[in-house]
């Protein structure tokens, strides 16, 4: 945990453009952890980081990039759901993994 908030102030001082791929890489090991720990908090997390960087890259930038990272946020929600119980974050996962699918 303390590794996520020391990227997450590198993060915040870097520049716009290189803060997508901090982002991106923010999300994928507290994610494996989160998935062996079932943290529910770290789940949370993971989704703000993934969210974050789709809102940095967008779309028409990188589409290969920005697929991938829709799906490691719908992979996330799935997770959370899963662990919480939550039917809406299920179903928050299917649309964001069909998104990424059908882009």
Do not use: H, Y
């Amino acid at each position: 945990m303390q590794a996520l908030q020391g990227a997450s102030a590198v993060w915040q001082a870097s520049e716009r453009e290189n803060q997508k791929f901090t982002w991106s890489n923010l999300g994928n090991a507290p994610q494996t952890l989160s998935e062996l720990t079932l943290d529910v908090d770290v789940l949370k997390r993971v989704i703000d980081a993934q969210e974050n960087t789709l809102d940095l890259k967008g779309r028409e930038r990188d589409v290969l990039d920005w697929v991938l990272t829709e799906n490691n946020l719908g992979l996330a929600q799935r997770w959370l759901g899963a662990v919480s119980g939550d039917l809406e974050m299920l179903e928050t996962a299917c649309a964001c993994l069909q998104g990424a699918r059908g882009f």
